[in-house]
């Protein structure tokens, strides 16, 4: 049982060049979550989805787009990616455990870095 | 939009004493709270969650208690070590959605 699992765990990309993040778990998760991190700030949700097939904007959506083809895996992109998208990603999963309970499981987090 | 509070952003402490970490939250219609550990470099490590109808949580040393009327839950950790120095993130969450504070870095010297 691996978790979540995030590839690739490192990138530099440079100005206006895309890339793709992959997430995967392997608990049968309805939810899944893609966040970012910067220094001296807390992790803030850029998009989710509730189940195969959905996804939703977080609080910081702009300049990603994600799908959820599979319900074990769960894909960020960017696009063209600007030095404003340095940052550490973090993907997790969660179900309803209780009614109102979801307890969300981490990834180990991709480092990216647009120069 | 839920605005999350974590005091102090730093601690320093001497190992043997008890940690306190403060959390507020503006939103109180939560559901529940999570508290989570991320060493340097690494992941989220989920410590604790509190059920909305909880008033606490205990796990070995780690004790969170929540006053979700006030918008405030306290992490404890007793007896700390240095294997307890860590950033320290709260999570409350309204509907299937976790907010989190920017965290307390902590560090405890042998």
């Known amino acids: 049982n691996a978790g979540v699992t995030q590839t690739p765990k490192f990138r530099v990309l440079k100005t206006g060049q895309s890339m793709t993040l992959l997430c995967a778990q392997d608990m049968n998760h309805e939810y899944m979550y893609w966040y970012r991190q910067d220094p001296g700030m807390g992790l803030r949700l850029i998009h989710y989805?509730?189940?195969?097939?959905?996804?939703a904007k977080g609080e910081v959506p702009d300049g990603y787009n994600v799908s959820r083809l599979k319900k074990q895996n769960f894909l960020l992109g960017l696009e063209s990616a600007a030095p404003s998208q340095t940052s550490v990603y973090f993907c997790?999963?969660?179900?309803?455990?209780?009614?109102?309970?979801?307890?969300?499981?981490f990834g180990p987090g991709t480092r990216l870095t647009v120069t | 939009k839920q605005e999350v509070t974590q005091i102090p952003a730093a601690l320093s402490v001497p190992e043997g004493e008890n940690l306190v970490l403060n959390c507020s939250f503006t939103d109180s219609a939560i559901y529940n709270l999570q508290w989570f550990r991320q060493d340097p470099g690494k992941g989220l490590t989920s410590l604790l969650l509190?059920?909305?109808?909880?008033r606490e949580q205990t796990s070995g040393r780690l004790n969170a208690s929540l006053d979700k009327s006030s918008g405030r839950s306290t992490l404890y950790i007793a007896a700390s070590q240095p294997g307890d120095s860590a950033t320290y993130l709260c999570a409350p969450q309204n509907d299937y959605k976790l907010s989190f504070g920017a965290g307390t870095t902590v560090t405890v010297r042998a």
């Open positions: 509190i059920q909305s109808s909880q």
């Open positions: 989805s509730v189940g195969e097939g959905t996804t």
């Open positions: 997790a999963s969660s179900y309803q455990e209780f009614v109102g309970q979801y307890e969300q499981y």
